[in-house]
């Protein structure tokens, strides 16, 4: 790796210390509709799976393909995006959830009404879930990217915590109105229809309203507009931002491709792979929990509405840890990672004992709160350790992580819990534990990753 590449963070020519409140609304809500939808579909999962007599470890296990996949796709929707533009892979990433989403949807409604079996639904259902693994992976870094090329380093902890609680708004906003989607005839898959349509909506306004970014050097040509993207500009005619917002991406020929073991990166990296298990872990037994502790494996469909109101004080506890404690206490990314593992850890042990749903929600809130501080902090603190020009594959990298978490760790943490609940929740402990660890003594300390760079 070019080393010199880490004492200069020059701007490029255009580039401006924020991004225009319009469009930063307009990635919030792109974001946002993706995890509304996913924490939506993972409110009624529990009941799903237990009115088609499956248990609780399939349903966890049916996401580890999609998860392989996204950690497999996302590097290589990050570096495609700085030769094809990030509005071209936002668009198919959208695409990739809405396809994958309704299939989602059809597949678990043959299976409640007898069409399929169990684990042939599970089946169906994992395949068409690959399909938000490979195609979805593209949206989420092409935002980080698209935000983090245009913001200054002291401007980029705040946007890119605004675009991480949109994923915090999101988990309100999907289990909030899960229920409401719950209509005679469509049943417990009603939400993916619900979120499927949304998506589409949103689709729409994003190829209509955010401005093409156009790389503007010799990789790009006049070449065919890749599948499900936003299109291609007409030969000959200049494309919207080289006019009002051009940022130049000549020097990213000269770029070698960022390693997932940048000493630069590392310690980030590491942390966010062993909080993101341990996060995938607890929240992946939540809705299992709740039905067990509340006695309502007997009747799935009641279970949707306590199992909803549990995530959405999770939800609500993200929001307020990244729209209020990070602006308020002025934390830095170090110093978000660490304050965030440790209310994780502290409302895992108190999940652990929770026996009503009072107590489990409140439990659930403050691991939520914890791992909301713990998210935007990784993630800024991985973008501030590389050049300008590195943003898109360090944001593949990030996204990457994020998904590596959720090949194996749900389903672990799941059967972990049926085993024994007192293991299960002893690992989630020792994994907060490994980031603490690694945060105190591996990651730079936040003045220095703020200290302007000349």
């Not at 989602?104 to 690959?130: D, E, H, Q």
Request: aromatic residues 8%; hydrophobic residues 50%; charged residues 10%.
């Amino acid at each position: 790796m070019n080393r010199g590449i880490t004492q200069s963070d020059p701007a490029p020519e255009g580039t401006t210390s924020s991004v225009p409140s319009g469009r930063l609304a307009l990635l919030f809500i792109v974001s946002l509709v993706t995890a509304a939808g996913n924490t939506a579909m993972q409110s009624v999962m529990p009941s799903i799976g237990t009115a088609l007599h499956v248990e609780d470890f399939w349903i966890s296990l049916a996401y580890t393909w999609s998860a392989l996949l996204w950690m497999t796709c996302a590097p290589f929707w990050a570096r495609r995006s700085d030769r094809r533009g990030r509005k071209a892979m936002m668009a198919i990433g959208l695409t990739g959830f809405i396809f994958s989403f309704g299939l989602c949807g059809a597949s678990l409604w043959l299976g409640l009404n007898g069409y399929l079996s169990g684990i042939g639904t599970l089946i169906v259902f994992a395949l068409c879930r690959s399909l938000y693994g490979g195609f979805g992976s593209a949206a989420p870094p092409a935002v980080q990217a698209y935000v983090a090329s245009r913001t200054s380093r002291d401007q980029r902890i705040k946007a890119l915590s605004l675009i991480s609680s949109s994923f915090g708004l999101g988990t309100v906003i999907g289990p909030t109105l899960a229920p409401f989607f719950i209509l005679p005839g469509i049943g417990l898959v009603g939400p993916f229809a619900g979120f499927t349509l949304i998506a589409i909506v949103v689709l729409i306004t994003l190829r209509l309203r955010l401005p093409d970014d156009s790389p503007a050097y010799p990789g790009r040509g006049d070449v065919i507009a890749a599948p499900f993207s936003a299109g291609s500009d007409t030969p000959g005619d200049p494309p919207e931002d080289q006019l009002s917002d051009p940022v130049s991406y000549d020097h990213l020929a000269e770029i070698p491709k960022l390693s997932w073991f940048d000493a630069r990166l590392r310690p980030w990296l590491v942390a966010g792979l062993l909080g993101g298990h341990a996060q995938a872990a607890v929240m992946g037994l939540v809705g299992f929990l709740v039905l067990d502790r509340l006695g309502l494996r007997a009747n799935p469909a009641s279970g949707a509405g306590p199992v909803a109101t549990v995530m959405t004080s999770g939800a609500v506890a993200t929001l307020l840890a990244q729209w209020g404690l990070i602006p308020l206490l002025h934390l830095g990314p170090r110093a978000s990672c660490l304050l965030g593992i440790i209310l994780a850890a502290i409302g895992t042990a108190v999940l652990a004992f929770a026996g009503n749903l009072h107590a489990i929600t409140v439990s659930v809130a403050l691991i939520s709160m914890g791992f909301g501080l713990f998210r935007p902090g990784f993630t800024t603190g991985a973008s501030l350790t590389v050049s300008r020009a590195e943003q898109g594959q360090s944001a593949g990298i990030v996204a990457s992580v994020n998904g590596a978490a959720y090949i194996v760790a749900p389903a672990v943490g799941v059967w972990l819990y049926g085993h024994d609940p007192w293991i299960g929740f002893a690992v989630i402990e020792l994994l907060c534990l490994a980031v603490l660890v690694l945060g105190i003594k591996g990651m730079a300390k936040d003045e220095e990753l703020l200290r302007p760079r000349s």
